[in-house]
């Protein structure tokens, strides 16, 4: 079992930045897609940013060049770096770890003022 535990959500301006922070109980990222995902309200989940064990790395077409992933693997966290945030940015964010068995964290709400 691994728990995933998200942090460093808020309220913040549009253009302001905000870092998430996603720890995992245990190593994972040797074996695991780690992925960040976002859900508006009313809306869909949608997958936002992924790094995969080689350390590669894709993005939604809405987020490339604002947002970046990246993991720390002594720590056992993975990152979401968010520059020139935007209204539209508005959701909960999660974090999953995906491999022969899908961990989910439980979500931080990040809101963006206009």
């Known amino acids: 079992q691994v728990q995933l535990v998200e942090s460093g959500g808020g309220l913040v301006q549009a253009g302001g930045s905000l870092r998430l922070s996603c720890a995992a109980s245990r190593r994972i990222f040797g074996i695991s897609v780690m992925r960040w995902y976002r859900q508006a309200l009313g809306k869909q989940r949608e997958s936002v940013a992924t790094i995969t064990p080689g350390g590669s790395t894709d993005y939604a077409d809405s987020v490339k060049g604002r947002f970046t992933i990246s993991r720390d693997s002594a720590k056992n966290t993975v990152y979401l770096q968010m520059n020139s945030l935007k209204p539209e940015d508005t959701a909960v964010y999660y974090c999953?770890?995906?491999?022969?068995?899908?961990?989910w964290g439980q979500g931080t709400q990040v809101t963006v003022s206009s």
């Open positions: 999953a770890a995906h491999g022969s068995t899908n961990y």
